[in-house]
T-cell receptor, first 113, second 114 residues
Framework: NAGVMQNPRHLVRRRGQEARLRCSPMKGHSHVYWYRQLPEEGLKFMVYLQKENIIDESGMPKERFSAEFPKEGPSILRIQQVVRGDSAAYFC???????????FGPGTRLLVL | AQSVTQLDSQVPVFEEAPVELRCNYSSSVSVYLFWYVQYPNQGLQLLLKYLSGSTLVKSINGFEAEFNKSQTSFHLRKPSVHISDTAEYFCAVSQSGSQGNLIFGKGTKLSVKP
């Protein structure tokens, strides 16, 4: 049973470009969480999604960030017009249902030049 | 609001020595507690968790943690560490009845020296 998959593992963007981060949850998992880890910091919750629904986006910046989890395909975290402060590791986690253990992917390390 | 405090940002120890990584949380409601380990440039791996029942939980590689409700703590311990335990350890809490998002501490870097 494959774990949570994220791609790309590393992403370099110039200021003003768009970044798209993908997350494929574990088989059988329908709950997806996105977290951001800034240098020397712990992970911060961004958004929680189920298939076709955003359940909790209280941790998402108000502008430039969006997330989706379509009926088919991976979950996507999209960052428009990236700035240097967006440089971080972005982790996706999935679970079978609410309050169940979350399993993390290897992360996407975004570097904005 | 919930928060998690990991009191030590770095813990250096010698191989085969015991170690304790401290974690305290604040919450006014019941919580679930987790320890995750992160090796360099990798994702987080679940080490152990407390959901209910016995307050002492153990991992397969010799770590254990004890939930202490009165002290709001969930310290991680290992009686004898190995070089391979060198990693960053994150304590996390999830509020029972919530949407399930985890609140993380800032992490503790465990460095095991020969």
């Amino acid at each position: 049973n494959a774990g949570v998959m994220q791609n790309p593992r590393h992403l370099v963007r110039r200021r003003g470009q768009e970044a798209r981060l993908r997350c494929s949850p574990m088989k059988g998992h329908s709950h997806v969480y996105w977290y951001r880890q800034l240098p020397e910091e712990g992970l911060k919750f961004m958004v929680y999604l189920q298939k076709e629904n955003i359940i909790d986006e209280s941790g998402m910046p108000k502008e430039r960030f969006s997330a989706e989890f379509p009926k088919e395909g991976p979950s996507i975290l999209r960052i428009q017009q990236v700035v240097r402060g967006d440089s971080a590791a972005y982790f996706c986690a999935s679970s079978t249902r609410l309050q169940e253990t979350q399993y993390f992917g290897p992360g996407t390390r975004l570097l904005v030049l | 609001a919930q928060s998690v405090t990991q009191l030590d940002s770095q813990v250096p120890v010698f191989e085969e020595a015991p170690v304790e990584l401290r974690c305290n949380y604040s919450s006014s409601v019941s919580v679930y507690l987790f320890w995750y380990v992160q090796y360099p440039n990798q994702g987080l791996q679940l080490l152990l968790k407390y959901l209910s029942g016995s307050t002492l939980v153990k991992s397969i590689n010799g770590f254990e943690a004890e939930f202490n409700k009165s002290q709001t703590s969930f310290h991680l311990r290992k009686p004898s560490v190995h070089i391979s335990d060198t990693a960053e350890y994150f304590c996390a809490v999830s509020q029972s009845g919530s949407q399930g998002n985890l609140i993380f501490g800032k992490g503790t870097k465990l460095s095991v020296k020969p």
